[in-house]
């Protein structure tokens, strides 16, 4: 199924043609198809079932609020790395008991606030983070809920910047620390154990890593279990794949990828927690962007797009591949441009030699693929105001982020008085 595709010449998102959006809006400008999202939610949990399994949306991939009420209303979960995040979770719908609370620095301000709400889970990574939350809870006459996070010391093989489960990466607990810190978790008063946590890493495009980690899960769950500890959820983490390039590494079917959880831990007798972000909202976001001029460089032709790297930074951080498409393609032979924006660094590149059908200064361009850590990357460098955020449904259109105007963001500083 495809929600983002062309009718007679025109680009289209489901029903709305992008240029339409291009006139109301400008650009640059996200545009997301809320019946892609359906499709992938549906698409979750056909294979992960809600009587064993929740959906734990991973919120950091896309934080518009639109984008999460969507999901909240089809029963998602969320998985949370700040109290902001835990906020628009809940704001948007999200219910407390199915929210659990990552990362590694959890502050002791953000661990009140999650308790007071009730989350179902905190995944813990390390022994001074698990101290803490002791303090807070009994301070505040509570059990946290907590699930400690393992390092299994797996190379997910996916670029080194998003690689999470190797045992030089900061996350989670050394695998040889792992007995000591459930032992200790289970003598502090104000810490409840529940489960184990893993997370090896994004954009995964293969199975191997994910089936040594899953055995990891099942492993510990009877050692653990064994020493008396309770086990009763196992949070797979998120990292599946999307495929950003015909021609690129494809990610496994999310069937293969649930089929595998679901064979190794489906019979423990344990609430199976995932956490997708990319495999969720990846593909279900374009951005559209405008051709503002061709310059032919000594070796390169330049297509200098509206769009820079503070709208979409994925290109300069990860040499990330992001498929570029002319809105309405003119004919003639395709050449090779150097698509970059219009910030004050090299980096600022979209994509090298990459080859497109002729285009012309106001012609648009979509990015592909660009639905997950795309607008929530997005900074307003340059004093570029931030991008904003259209969500399409079938023939209808809404904008859930405006563009914010010069006022409002020089407001922010404050100038010294004379
Ligand atoms: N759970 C935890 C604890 C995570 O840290 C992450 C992502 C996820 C779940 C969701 O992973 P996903 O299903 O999206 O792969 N900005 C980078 C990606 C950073 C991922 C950070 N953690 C990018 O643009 O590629």
């Given at each position: 199924?495809?929600?983002?595709?062309?009718?007679?010449?025109?680009?289209?998102?489901?029903?709305?043609?992008?240029?339409?959006?291009?006139?109301?809006?400008?650009?640059?400008?996200?545009?997301?198809?809320?019946?892609?999202?359906?499709?992938?939610y549906?698409?979750?949990?056909?294979?992960?079932?809600?009587?064993?399994?929740q959906?734990?949306?991973?919120?950091?991939?896309?934080?518009?609020?639109?984008?999460?009420?969507?999901?909240?209303?089809?029963g998602?979960?969320?998985d949370?790395?700040?109290?902001?995040?835990?906020?628009?979770a809940?704001?948007?719908?999200?219910?407390?008991e199915?929210?659990?609370?990552?990362?590694?620095?959890?502050?002791?301000?953000?661990?009140?606030?999650?308790?007071?709400?009730?989350?179902?889970?905190?995944?813990?990574?390390?022994e001074?983070?698990?101290?803490?939350?002791?303090?807070?809870?009994?301070?505040?006459?509570?059990?946290?809920?907590v699930?400690?996070?393992?390092?299994?010391?797996?190379?997910?093989?996916?670029?080194?910047k998003?690689?999470?489960g190797k045992?030089s990466?900061?996350?989670?607990?050394?695998?040889?620390?792992?007995?000591?810190?459930?032992?200790?978790?289970?003598?502090?008063?104000?810490?409840?154990?529940?489960?184990?946590?893993?997370?090896?890493?994004s954009?995964?495009?293969?199975?191997a890593?994910?089936?040594?980690?899953?055995?990891?899960?099942a492993?510990?769950?009877?050692?653990?279990?064994?020493?008396g500890?309770?086990?009763?959820?196992?949070?797979?983490?998120?990292?599946?794949?999307?495929?950003?390039?015909v021609?690129?590494?494809q990610?496994?079917?999310?069937?293969?990828?649930?089929?595998?959880?679901?064979?190794?831990?489906?019979?423990?007798?344990?609430?199976?927690?995932?956490e997708?972000g990319?495999?969720?909202?990846?593909?279900?976001g374009?951005l559209?962007?405008?051709?503002?001029?061709?310059?032919?460089?000594?070796?390169?032709?330049?297509?200098?797009?509206?769009?820079?790297?503070?709208?979409?930074?994925?290109?300069?951080m990860y040499?990330?591949?992001?498929?570029?498409?002319?809105?309405?393609?003119a004919?003639?032979?395709?050449r090779?441009?150097?698509?970059?924006?219009?910030?004050?660094?090299?980096?600022?590149?979209?994509?090298?030699?990459?080859?497109?059908?002729?285009?012309?200064?106001?012609?648009?361009?979509?990015?592909?693929?660009?639905?997950?850590?795309?607008?929530?990357?997005?900074?307003?460098?340059?004093?570029?105001?931030?991008?904003?955020?259209v969500?399409?449904?079938?023939?209808?259109?809404?904008?859930?982020?405006?563009?914010?105007?010069?006022?409002?963001?020089?407001?922010?500083?404050?100038?010294l008085?004379?």
């Amino acid at each position: 199924m495809a929600f983002f595709d062309y009718h007679e010449g025109q680009f289209y998102a489901e029903n709305v043609a992008l240029e339409k959006i291009a006139q109301q809006v400008q650009t640059p400008v996200y545009c997301y198809s809320a019946s892609a999202l359906r499709h992938n939610y549906q698409t979750y949990i056909k294979h992960f079932k809600p009587e064993n399994s929740q959906v734990c949306y991973a919120v950091k991939a896309n934080t518009n609020q639109a984008i999460i009420g969507l999901l909240a209303k089809m029963g998602s979960g969320a998985d949370v790395v700040s109290e902001g995040e835990l906020r628009r979770a809940l704001q948007a719908g999200i219910p407390a008991e199915k929210i659990v609370f990552s990362g590694v620095a959890k502050t002791s301000r953000e661990m009140r606030f999650a308790l007071q709400q009730g989350i179902f889970q905190f995944n813990v990574e390390s022994e001074p983070e698990l101290e803490l939350l002791n303090e807070v809870a009994l301070s505040m006459g509570k059990t946290a809920p907590v699930a400690v996070r393992i390092n299994p010391d797996i190379d997910a093989h996916t670029h080194a910047k998003i690689s999470t489960g190797k045992a030089s990466n900061k996350f989670g607990i050394a695998w040889s620390s792992i007995p000591a810190t459930y032992a200790r978790a289970a003598e502090l008063a104000g810490i409840r154990v529940q489960g184990i946590d893993l997370h090896i890493g994004s954009q995964l495009t293969e199975l191997a890593p994910f089936e040594q980690a899953f055995n990891c899960l099942a492993e510990l769950t009877g050692v653990l279990r064994a020493q008396g500890h309770e086990i009763s959820v196992l949070d797979i983490g998120g990292g599946l794949g999307i495929s950003y390039e015909v021609d690129g590494p494809q990610p496994p079917e999310l069937a293969d990828y649930a089929a595998l959880a679901n064979n190794i831990l489906g019979g423990l007798g344990c609430r199976i927690l995932v956490e997708p972000g990319r495999s969720m909202v990846g593909n279900t976001g374009i951005l559209l962007s405008e051709v503002i001029y061709l310059k032919r460089g000594e070796r390169d032709e330049f297509l200098i797009i509206d769009a820079g790297m503070n709208d979409l930074l994925r290109p300069s951080m990860y040499d990330a591949y992001h498929e570029i498409l002319a809105v309405e393609p003119a004919s003639g032979e395709h050449r090779a441009f150097q698509v970059v924006g219009p910030i004050c660094e090299t980096g600022d590149t979209f994509a090298y030699g990459r080859q497109l059908p002729p285009l012309q200064s106001g012609d648009l361009v979509a990015i592909m693929n660009a639905g997950a850590y795309g607008a929530v990357m997005a900074s307003t460098y340059n004093t570029r105001p931030l991008v904003p955020e259209v969500l399409v449904d079938d023939d209808r259109f809404m904008v859930i982020r405006k563009r914010p105007g010069y006022d409002e963001i020089i407001g922010l500083d404050t100038a010294l008085a004379e």
